[in-house]
């Protein structure tokens, strides 16, 4: 751990809750980690289902090496079990695309080896003390950050399976259905001041941080994210045949690519079929759109007459509380996720209809800013003023500029121990295998 880490108040945090927390967080990946590498035979955890995408078998063994490094190493000051291994499973010495040509664990060897380690941070995590002043002693902040790695990997593997041909491996219940939703198109975010990101959320990473204040112009924000049905309007009217609704870089990249529809979308007449974990189905209209990169998103906002929202615009919608003038941690305030909020955790294959979720949604009426489908954003990933890096700079600080577009929200595929109203996630805006979606914005004078 760094010495630039943020500072806390230890007596704010309750150590005993933190430690029930970060146990149950671990088993809970753990037995995600476990679900999405046992329903497929080796072949298809050694195969390599896409050159955007790692092996399963990789993710597998990278989960119980950042483990092993950062809660058994850096904690606990433990020997390295396999120190030959670090390099094989570094996120930054090998691209995606070559990991299939390393000399990686066999599966029964990274069930094992990540077995071994859980054992043994478990056991750490039984004795930590979680005292000090730091950000790292006082709130356990390394299993928190080992929960949500695990959790993002897992949502990486599930991405994987995704792109995977064959039959289905993965089932789950749909999300219940609702009634068309009849409300407001959209919903107006007062202008003026507001809390952005966050000092005082424990595990926290460190691209949220820290809190500051931020100045918002009225403006206007789509109720729910963009459904399929209005997005098939877009390609109905030519919207992929038009370079006026497009950035330059997107037209040429759909060019290129003879990019026509979302991804896992293909024509069948006079309906769209798509491709979900092995099933084939029609595109259901009432959902939000999903496999769309930031240059569609874009586009298909030019084309409506409005734009994407600024990450700050987003934040505010999601956050801001008028009656008490405070930023909350959730839209529906300050409680954690619960089956009424948001649809999270991969406990449904698909996001939920549109309208979704009424219990979940921000004082302001806006629905379904946590879960469903990542939101694509104007904004590009940069630092909150005051950013420190921590634990390490390839974390957050490496991808900052503008080759990066920010996702807020999370998606269906997302644990809530990695989702936040202050959750920032980043991606290059050509891509479409991610769980993302938008919503659209105008300016009040628009």
């Not at 789950?172 to 003026?192: I, S």
């Not at 399929?228 to 370079?243: K, L, S, T, V």
């Not at 489908?373 to 420190?388: H, I, K, N, Q």
Request: charged share 25%; proline share 9%.
């Amino acid at each position: 751990m760094t010495d630039t880490e943020p500072a806390v108040d230890a007596q704010a945090v309750d150590p005993e809750v933190l430690r029930e927390r970060a146990v149950a967080s671990l088993i809970v990946a753990r037995d995600r980690t476990t679900l999405l590498t046992s329903c497929v035979e080796d072949p298809d955890l050694t195969a390599q289902h896409s050159p955007l995408m790692s092996p399963l078998v990789w993710d597998l063994a990278h989960i119980g090496n950042q483990e092993e490094q950062w809660l058994l190493r850096a904690v606990a000051g433990h020997e390295a079990i396999r120190p030959e291994i670090d390099g094989l499973y570094d996120a930054f010495e090998h691209p995606r695309a070559e990991r299939p040509k390393l000399p990686l664990l066999s599966p029964a060897e990274a069930r094992t080896y990540a077995a071994d380690v859980r054992g043994r941070a478990l056991d750490v995590l039984e004795r930590a003390a979680f005292h000090g002043t730091r950000l790292t002693e006082a709130t356990g902040f390394a299993f928190g950050m080992i929960a949500q790695h695990e959790q993002q990997h897992d949502e990486t593997m599930l991405i994987t399976h995704q792109l995977r041909t064959g039959p289905q491996a993965l089932t789950a219940p749909d999300p219940e259905p609702v009634p068309l939703f009849t409300g407001p198109a959209e919903v107006l975010v007062p202008g003026g001041p507001f809390t952005m990101g966050t000092s005082g959320e424990p595990w926290a990473l460190d691209n949220e941080r820290p809190a500051h204040r931020r100045e918002v112009a009225p403006f206007h924000i789509d109720t729910t994210p963009v459904t399929n049905g209005a997005y098939r309007a877009f390609i109905e009217d030519g919207g992929y045949d038009d370079p006026r609704w497009w950035a330059p870089e997107g037209w040429a990249h759909i060019r290129r690519h003879g990019i026509d529809a979302p991804l896992f979308w293909r024509r069948d007449g006079r309906q769209f079929l798509r491709r979900r974990f092995g099933v084939t189905e029609v595109v259901p209209p009432d959902e939000p759109v999903l496999h769309v990169c930031w240059y569609e998103a874009d586009a298909y906002a030019r084309w409506a007459g409005r734009r994407l929202p600024t990450e700050a615009e987003w934040e505010k919608a999601a956050r801001h509380d008028p009656a008490g003038d405070r930023s909350t941690r959730y839209p529906w305030g300050d409680e954690d996720p619960g089956p009424e909020h948001a649809n999270l955790g991969q406990r449904h294959l698909r996001p939920a209809p549109a309208g979704s979720y009424p219990a979940g949604e921000s004082p302001l009426g806006v629905r379904q800013l946590i879960g469903d489908v990542w939101e694509w954003t104007a904004s590009d990933f940069l630092p909150y003023p005051g950013f420190r890096a921590f634990p390490y700079k390839e974390y957050s600080e490496v991808f900052f500029g503008p080759d990066h577009k920010v996702l807020r929200g999370g998606s269906f595929a997302v644990d809530a121990v990695a989702c936040r109203g202050t959750f920032r996630n980043w991606d290059y805006p050509i891509r479409r295998q991610i769980f993302a979606g938008f919503r659209t914005a105008r300016s009040e004078d628009a």
